[in-house]
């Protein structure tokens, strides 16, 4: 089943056809010794994904409920939350966290630019802050979160560190065992999500707990969940042929092949790879004058916010776009309709990027504007080549 359309959105992402042939896979028995070997199988792959020495859970549901299991799992309701806000997915975990009865206290960067490190080691100074939620990648902003910087500064202050990944892992470096700068600095939750850098369909929370986390949830006698309660979980993530709520099946056989197209790949070429795509890719739309919205020091690898060009109208420009098959993201909120968003993570190839800055300036062409095409791709071509 080849795709039709090349979805170039902050995800879901393109899905390649062995992830879809194994999506068709036979709906064995979540309790079949064939497929449980499957689900074990895909379990290891995730812990080495994440590098974790602790505990994994892969759960049907999107990316929110890897952020709820992360926060409830965490933090007893009137405990402190400090939230490091690059944007809207950042912003996301205030009305999550405050539905649990946490208290949350939140530092924003403008959009497009960062929390800086004094700002967050300044407020931790007021002390009793349980964890603190980073945003990896913002997908609102295509700003990413420096780990080097705020690993130390939040670890130093004795909170948990929640890491929400869904838009980085499996393209940027999550490694839970890296110490930053101490043994004791290292990340506590790491979460993803199926559909964005890892190139399955949407469908799995994916979310990994280290032994620090995993004792924040031992000291708490319940939490204000049941599906959601990593207790729950934790017997069937250790023995997937346990019962505790039914598998999504077919979407662990789509994951489990996702994740072996991940570690074939290697995660060290792998995080290389988008590196080089994200620059890459905002150098050829800056041929037409597009400019992103991040500095390149502090640009995702995964997806990038690009500001439109004088008089180039959104939705004119997106349209146009999708009947020639490309799938293009507006902007949110104060951005909406002055940028546009493009994913180029997961499974994405070159190929496509060559062929979306072709279809962009032929799409201004049309639309009246200058386009150079063959200097667009030129520039793309050479920077994927040279990072
Ligand atoms: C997409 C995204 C989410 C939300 O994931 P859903 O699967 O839509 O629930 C959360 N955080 C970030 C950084 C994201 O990119």
Redesign the pocket.
């Known amino acids: 089943m080849p795709n039709k359309e090349m979805l170039l959105i902050?995800?879901p992402t393109p899905v390649v056809d062995e992830i879809y042939d194994a999506l068709t896979h036979e709906t064995y028995a979540h309790t079949d010794p064939r497929f449980v070997k499957i689900f074990k199988n895909s379990l290891e792959m995730t812990k080495k994904l994440f590098n974790t020495d602790g505990e994994v859970f892969v759960i049907a549901g999107?990316?929110?409920?890897a952020?709820e299991i992360a926060i409830i799992n965490t933090i007893a309701p009137g405990e402190k939350l400090l939230v490091i806000s690059h944007g809207y997915?950042g912003d996301?975990f205030v009305p999550l966290a405050k539905s649990f009865g946490i208290q949350v206290e939140t530092i924003q960067a403008e959009w497009g630019q960062h929390v800086r490190k004094e700002l967050v080691e300044e407020k931790l100074a007021e002390g009793g802050f349980k964890a603190v939620t980073v945003?990896?990648?913002?997908?609102s902003t295509g700003v990413m979160a420096n780990l080097d910087q705020l690993v130390p500064v939040v670890k130093k202050s004795g909170a948990l560190f929640i890491l929400?990944g869904?838009?980085a892992a499996a393209a940027v470096e999550e490694d839970m065992q890296k110490a930053y700068g101490d043994p004791a600095y290292t990340m506590d939750v790491v979460l993803t999500?199926s559909?964005?850098a890892i190139g399955v369909p949407?469908g799995l929370a994916i979310v990994a707990f280290g032994p620090r986390a995993l004792a924040a949830r031992e000291a708490m006698p319940a939490v204000t969940g049941y599906y959601s309660d990593i207790k729950n979980w934790l017997p069937i993530m250790n023995d997937p042929g346990k019962y505790y709520a039914t598998p999504p099946v077919n979407m662990i056989y789509a994951f489990n092949k996702g994740m072996e197209i991940v570690m074939s790949e290697g995660l060290g070429k792998r995080y290389q790879r988008h590196a080089a795509l994200g620059r890459a890719v905002r150098a050829g739309l800056s041929v037409y004058g597009m400019k992103p919205l991040a500095p390149e020091e502090t640009a995702a690898p995964t997806l990038s916010c690009i500001l439109y060009p004088e008089g180039v109208i959104d939705a004119e420009f997106r349209a146009r776009l999708a009947q020639k098959g490309m799938v293009i993201a507006g902007a949110l909120a104060s951005l909406s309709g002055k940028a546009f968003r493009i994913g180029h993570m997961g499974n994405a190839t070159e190929k496509m990027f060559v062929k979306a800055l072709e279809l962009v300036g032929e799409t201004l062409k049309e639309m009246g504007h200058e386009a150079d095409i063959e200097k667009a791709v030129a520039e793309f071509t050479k920077i994927y080549h040279s990072v």
């Open positions: 902050p995800g999107s990316g929110t409920l952020m997915f996301r945003t990896h990648v913002d997908t929400d869904v838009c999500g559909q964005k949407p």
